[in-house]
């Protein structure tokens, strides 16, 4: 039996009564429990009826909402339909940005990075800018980061000019990473002329790492005068005194002996301070100076106030590093090594870095000067244990110091070191190596790292291969010399003074012959200019053999040459040009123009001309093509049209314009 709502609520309130409840519910309970349904289904239809006329007259507070956005949204594209100026810079993308698939993409990238694959994350992120997952600028930032750090400065320049021409805007990172580039290359005024255009046309501002970066290149490239004006730029736009900029242009006084200079700027500093530097960075150029100076006890005085029991004075990694060199450099190496030591006890990261790669730069320095190279190797492998990854000027560093000791088997050990550690070597590393070859009678080892460095994709200059050939005719490889000529003839801008010196090893040796053949090389680089010098030094050393006339026939064949390939050129240009003449005028409309002054036209044109009227002419003659308009005509009785193509003469151009105006007039 069915049970209708009512009845079943009923029902099952009951069953959930206590059991010493014996009598019945009250009828009215029917009543209390008739509010949660309707009696009826027509009810129901009633009520359902009465809500939708009450939603149609007072919608609900969610409806109003959407309908006002729905208003709204058509007054967007309205002010996005403003015009903007094209040639307004573009802002650079927020960190919000990197999100979703592009948060992958730079994962990607920072991965082959870190692998040290530096050439797939360049081509990686150039693929990525027309792909459906655009680079930021942070991807962008992090390649040329690593790109800047391994030196490979064309690479990097490259890449920053495929993203300006990709539309990616730059950021003050990317700024500032042009400006080290230009200023690592020895550029400083490319970099302050890119620095001008950045203040006046980008749509941000420097930030103080600007001004650090420039003033510390200026320093370095002996621009004391002009990185003091920057720091004045620096007060004027509303920057806070900056002890880091303090301390490269203090130690740019130290470099120039301007110790007035230094002390200038540490006062200055302390008075804009409020009486006191609380950043240790400035305090080992100003010991540098004092001990400069001859006053030890001041210089030792600023020591512990600086880094005393109880001083005020905040040392990062940077600011011990300073007086490690101060030390180092004046006599000091005990207390630097007790410095040295105290420095890896306080070491304790992230919460506080008082130790860096510069830091055993700075000791292994200070251990070659006091001749115990064993002990530097062995401060140089420990960094590792301390998060710290040496770079390539840091095995540079040592490579140098045990190569200008004559200890280049430890100087090659050190080099096999950095392919197990992912550091890759650079032209200077290859150049010590070879130098130091040369000094111990090792050539063919020289000549091994020279090929190496070719191979490995690295672009050694003209006189790095002077190096190498000098000192292979040295020992007699004549014929070495002149395999690694041909290796680079092509890669290098050869001057005369390398064609003269490899003549010379080379008709020495009394092979006239390859004479010969580099003079041929030579005359085929536009380069350079074979001089009455050079040409009188092979003829007398071709007199000797009785074959003084070769130079001057060879010299014949090359003019010969040279002048048949001009004449195949200009052939090739004629023979375009009339390809080109005669695809006009098989192009040319069925009416052309007048032509008043056919007798100024050149031959070619003018036949160009007459073809294409015949042409027309036939065509006209067919039955049924006729338009059955009447065509214009000039007093010669000529049809006459608008043409435009290009390829006609100019004089057959002017023809026709006149035409063109007569019928006009007329």
Partial sequence: MALSKPTFLTHIKTLTKPHHHHFPSPPASFISLRSLSFASPEEAAAERRRRKRRLRIEPPLSSLNRTQQQQQQPQKPQQSQIPQNPNS??????????????????????????????????????????????????????????????????????????????????????YNLLFQTYLDCRKPDTAMEHFRQFVNDAPINPSPTTYRVLIKGLVDNGRLSKALELKEEMGVKGFAPDPVVYSYLMNGC???????????????????????????????????????????????????????????????????????????????????????????????????????????????????????FKDAIEVFRKMGEFRCSPDTLSFNNLIEQLCNNEMLGEAEEVYGEMGEKGVNPDEFTYVLLMDACFKTDRADDAAGYYRKMVESGLRPNLGVYNKLVDGLVKVGKVDDAKLFFDMMVNKLKMDV????????????????????????????????????????????????????????????????????????????????KRSAKAAVASLLPSKLFGNKDSETESPEANRNVIEAASVNEEAQAVPGESSGENAPVDANGELVEEAVTNGVDSAGIEAKSDGANDQVTA
Wanted: net charge negative; charged share 30%; aromatic share 8%.
């Fill in 89 to 174: 810079p573009k802002l650079p993308e927020h960190t919000s940005a990197l999100s979703g698939n592009r948060l992958n993409l730079h994962n990607r990238i920072l991965t082959l990075i870190r692998q040290n694959e530096l050439d797939e994350a360049s081509l990686f992120t150039r693929h990525s800018v027309y792909s459906n997952c655009r680079p930021t600028i942070f991807t962008v930032n992090s390649v040329l980061y690593g790109l800047l750090r391994q030196s490979k400065y064309s690479d990097l320049l490259s890449l920053h000019r495929f993203i300006t021409q990709a539309g990616i805007a730059p950021n003050v990172i990317t």
């Fill in 254 to 372: 130290v470099r120039n002996e301007d110790l007035d200079g230094v002390f200038g700027l540490y006062d200055e500093l302390k008075e804009k301070l409020g009486g006191f530097v609380e950043n240790g960075v400035v305090y080992g150029a100003l010991v540098k100076g004092y001990f400069m100076k001859g006053m030890e006890n001041e210089a030792m005085q600023f020591y512990e106030e600086a880094v005393g029991e109880g001083s005020k004075v905040k040392m990062s990694a940077v600011a011990f590093n300073s007086l490690l060199d101060a030390l180092n450099k004046n006599g000091k190496f005990d207390l630097a090594l007790r410095l040295f030591d105290k420095m890896i006890e306080d070491n304790s990261p992230p919460w506080r870095l008082t130790v860096n790669l510069g830091s055993f730069n700075v000791m292994v320095d200070g251990y070659c000067a006091q001749v115990r």
């Fill in 497 to 576: 003074a390398s064609y003269e010196f490899i003549m010379k090893a080379l008709s020495e040796d009394g092979k006239l012959d390859e004479v010969l053949k580099v003079v041929d090389t030579m005359l085929d680089d536009d380069g350079v200019e074979l001089n009455e010098e050079l040409q009188e030094f092979v003829k007398g050393e071709l007199r000797k053999e009785g074959r003084e006339d070769d130079l001057g026939k060879l010299m014949e064949e090359k003019e010969r040459q040279k002048a048949e390939a001009k004449a195949k050129e200009a052939e090739a240009a004629e023979a375009a």
